[in-house]
């Protein structure tokens, strides 16, 4: 722990981040300069950039953190394009959460009655190969603020609507001062309590965590920030100074994470990665089983590998670093948590429960 203080100091340049973006990877020469690319990565990548969709883009940043000699690198996998996305996926889904049908005006997702997800742009500092908005993220074109005046006045119509969470693509990919004037705007609407900002920059880059972002967030508090970390080797002393540059404002971290195939579906892996975010004061909210968007079947556990995973982590790793294994589920009927029932026998007077030693005893219904 005393490590991760005295790395504390980061750059804290606004062109820091922005040149992160300006020099990533997007084509398939740069990555080959980049990674000793496998055929089949060379030939996912051609196909993937030809056929258009989720574009390639990676931060020099994350390239830094991924093993250059290791083809099953869990950080290469997650952004470089490879077989596994071509792997049949006849569950697949153009919209799996069907957040078309739930578009209550542009850019406005209302499934819940009391929080809407408002999505700000569409783009990304890289892409993930297994993202959920795949049909639309990284494809432009951006809204401009004005455009999303049309769903600013459904929330302010909706007195209902108590959160508000900004989106994309990923909300940190906003200038500090388009933030401040959304945020603002948001501010403007007397019943949203809270405004939640969810973004994977923290592990793309870092460095985007500037003193000015945090006067951003502290003028229209109460903001949470949703962070998206889904290894461990993402959390390298850039990525924790930024969390703690969050935590140590002041600012609610809640993380969530993607169970991923030969990624993360791993109980010591999981168990360091929650930890991890513990000791920088990040909340492990929700390890999502992967949505079914197309071409994610390479990525997705299966859902008794995953309710396994999660059971064997409960009791053994601490309440305060333990996420609900959630499953969106298609058609946008909402989140629903998934654990393995503790209720192993059940008779009209009680029920018998299973601890996580695997012991079990009784309790009564009434
Ligand atoms: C996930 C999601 C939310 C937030 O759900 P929480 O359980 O509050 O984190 C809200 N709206 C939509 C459309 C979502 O997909
Ligand atoms: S950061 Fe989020 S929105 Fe962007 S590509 Fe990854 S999963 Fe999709």
Request: hydrophobic share 40%.
């Given at each position: 722990?005393?490590?991760?203080?005295?790395?504390?100091?980061?750059?804290?340049?606004?062109?820091?981040?922005?040149?992160?973006?300006?020099?990533?990877v997007?084509t398939l020469e740069d990555l080959k300069a980049r990674l000793a690319l496998s055929p089949a990565e060379r030939e996912a990548t051609r196909?993937?950039l030809?056929?258009?969709?989720?574009?390639l883009?990676i931060?020099?940043?994350?390239l830094?953190?991924i093993?250059p000699?290791?083809p099953?690198d869990?950080?290469r996998r997650?952004v470089v394009p490879s077989e596994?996305?071509?792997?049949?996926?006849?569950?697949?889904?153009?919209?799996?959460?069907?957040?078309?049908?739930?578009?209550?005006?542009?850019?406005?997702?209302?499934?819940?009655?009391?929080?809407?997800?408002?999505?700000?742009?569409?783009?990304?500092?890289?892409?993930?190969?297994?993202?959920?908005?795949?049909?639309?993220?990284?494809?432009?074109?951006?809204?401009?603020?004005?455009?999303?005046?049309?769903?600013?006045?459904?929330?302010?119509?909706?007195?209902?609507?108590?959160?508000?969470?900004?989106?994309?693509?990923?909300?940190?990919?906003?200038?500090?001062?388009?933030?401040?004037?959304?945020?603002?705007?948001?501010?403007?609407?007397?019943?949203?309590?809270?405004?939640?900002?969810?973004?994977?920059?923290?592990?793309?880059?870092?460095?985007?965590?500037?003193?000015?972002?945090?006067?951003?967030?502290?003028?229209?508090?109460?903001?949470?920030?949703?962070?998206?970390?889904?290894?461990?080797?993402?959390?390298?002393?850039?990525?924790?100074?930024?969390?703690?540059?969050?935590?140590?404002?002041?600012?609610?971290?809640?993380?969530?994470?993607?169970?991923?195939?030969?990624?993360?579906?791993?109980?010591?892996?999981?168990?360091?990665?929650?930890?991890?975010?513990?000791?920088?004061?990040?909340?492990?909210?929700?390890?999502?089983?992967?949505?079914?968007?197309?071409?994610?079947?390479?990525?997705?556990?299966?859902?008794?590998?995953?309710?396994?995973?999660?059971?064997?982590?409960?009791?053994?790793?601490?309440?305060?670093?333990?996420?609900?294994?959630?499953?969106?589920?298609?058609?946008?009927?909402?989140?629903?948590?998934?654990?393995?029932?503790?209720?192993?026998?059940?008779?009209?007077?009680?029920?018998?429960?299973?601890?996580?030693?695997?012991?079990?005893?009784?309790?009564?219904?009434?």
């Amino acid at each position: 722990m005393r490590a991760e203080r005295r790395s504390l100091p980061i750059a804290d340049a606004d062109e820091d981040w922005r040149w992160q973006l300006k020099n990533a990877v997007r084509t398939l020469e740069d990555l080959k300069a980049r990674l000793a690319l496998s055929p089949a990565e060379r030939e996912a990548t051609r196909r993937l950039l030809e056929a258009g969709g989720l574009p390639l883009t990676i931060t020099p940043h994350f390239l830094s953190l991924i093993d250059p000699s290791d083809p099953d690198d869990p950080l290469r996998r997650q952004v470089v394009p490879s077989e596994l996305e071509g792997v049949p996926d006849p569950w697949g889904r153009r919209d799996p959460l069907g957040e078309e049908d739930h578009e209550a005006a542009p850019n406005l997702v209302h499934r819940y009655p009391d929080r809407v997800l408002l999505l700000v742009t569409d783009r990304c500092a890289s892409y993930c190969r297994f993202c959920t908005r795949k049909r639309l993220v990284g494809q432009g074109p951006t809204p401009r603020l004005a455009e999303l005046e049309e769903a600013l006045g459904y929330v302010a119509r909706h007195e209902e609507i108590k959160e508000v969470i900004v989106s994309g693509g990923d909300a940190l990919m906003l200038s500090d001062e388009k933030l401040d004037r959304l945020l603002a705007r948001i501010r403007e609407i007397p019943h949203v309590e809270i405004i939640r900002l969810a973004t994977r920059m923290l592990a793309f880059a870092p460095m985007r965590v500037t003193e000015g972002l945090l006067d951003v967030i502290a003028a229209h508090h109460p903001v949470y920030v949703l962070s998206h970390f889904n290894h461990p080797r993402e959390l390298d002393d850039n990525a924790k100074a930024a969390v703690l540059r969050l935590t140590g404002a002041g600012v609610p971290v809640l993380n969530q994470t993607v169970l991923l195939k030969g990624i993360n579906d791993d109980e010591a892996c999981l168990t360091e990665l929650f930890r991890t975010l513990t000791r920088l004061r990040a909340r492990p909210y929700y390890l999502h089983q992967c949505d079914l968007a197309p071409g994610t079947a390479g990525f997705r556990v299966p859902l008794e590998r995953a309710m396994e995973i999660v059971g064997n982590l409960r009791g053994r790793l601490s309440g305060l670093s333990m996420p609900q294994l959630v499953i969106d589920i298609p058609g946008g009927l909402g989140k629903v948590p998934m654990f393995p029932s503790p209720v192993t026998r059940e008779d009209d007077e009680g029920v018998e429960l299973r601890g996580f030693s695997g012991r079990t005893a009784r309790y009564p219904k009434r």
